[in-house]
């Protein structure tokens, strides 16, 4: 985006906003404000960030029980192959 674009970009958002005026700004900060205070809204943001931590919690445990499993299948083909440095004839 060039600095033209962005500067007629923020223009026109300057002048869409000071149209709406802050009697707009303060209804919609207003009807925002309420929502995040309601309380079936904290209720239902306290238990996503429950189940968060759980699956976080799972997560964190299957990645280590894949990682230890890639590091044996690696040491197991390691030790099928045997060393792959030769001496010279």
Partial sequence: ???LTLAAAFAAGYVVGA???RDR???I???AQK??????VQAAAGAVKEK???????VAETAKEK???????VKEKAA??????????
């Fill in 19 to 21: 149209k709406a005026g």
């Fill in 52 to 58: 968060a931590g759980e699956v976080a919690v799972t």
């Fill in 29 to 31: 900060r207003a009807s």
């Fill in 35 to 40: 929502v995040a205070e309601n309380p079936q």
């Fill in 67 to 73: 990682a230890s499993e890639a590091v044996g299948a």
């Fill in 80 to 89: 099928e192959t045997g060393p792959t440095i030769q001496a010279a004839p």
């Fill in 1 to 3: 985006m060039s600095k």
């Fill in 25 to 27: 700004y303060e209804q």
